[in-house]
């Protein structure tokens, strides 16, 4: 049986602080959480918010890396049935705007925000965010069992798929049927892009 190992002092503030910042992000929205107040939620200093999180984006950043390891997750398994394209794009489609549910509205956009933004630390590659990488990973299981054409290139495909979704997302009002409408277009759209690809080059 594994030795479950305790978080350390640092990693229990760490995630206290995270806790604390989600809810106040929740409530306001990240440009206007108060670091103070998130900081006393916790019960610590406002310094030892600076010292594990240098910006509030750094929050976001963290919360990104946790939630995309989790829709990653239930892509990857949902994908194991090799359930063909149309249902892979439109259930990225369902996991990404399921997460709206999970962190509400103010804090989703912020959240998606957050790829677009100026004040987000430079990253390495495209592999350091898994939903991509899960998404490219299908899309070239598709291509090389004939779904798309075999010039149709899986990284750009995934990566426009998933900022138009992003911007979309960010941007359409949570009306119904008026969001869906407009989202099932968009994978259907998509869904043509990649097929009509070849015979356009």
Do not use: C
């Amino acid at each position: 049986m594994p030795v479950r190992v305790q978080p350390s002092k640092g990693e229990r503030t760490r995630e206290r602080l995270l806790g604390a910042a989600v809810g106040e992000f929740r409530r306001l929205g990240v440009a206007k959480a108060d670091v103070r107040a998130i900081a006393s939620a916790a019960g610590v200093a406002a310094g030892t918010f600076y010292f594990h999180f240098p910006t509030k984006e750094h929050v976001l950043i963290e919360l990104e890396r946790r939630e995309e390891e989790r829709i990653a997750n239930e892509l990857a398994r949902f994908f194991t049935n090799s359930p063909g394209l149309p249902a892979v794009l439109a259930k990225v489609v369902e996991a990404v705007g399921g997460l709206e549910r999970r962190l509400g509205t103010p804090l989703f956009k912020d959240f998606l925000a957050l790829h677009f933004s100026s004040a987000r630390p430079p990253e390495e590659t495209w592999t350091n965010h898994p939903v991509i990488v899960v998404v490219v990973d299908e899309l070239r299981r598709a291509r090389d069992g004939g779904a798309i054409p075999p010039d149709v290139d899986p990284l750009y495909s995934g990566l426009f798929f998933l900022v138009g979704l992003y911007a979309l997302l960010i941007t359409l009002p949570d009306i119904e049927p008026i969001r869906g409408q407009v989202l099932t277009q968009y994978v259907a759209t998509s869904l043509n892009g990649m097929r009509i690809h070849a015979s356009n080059a």
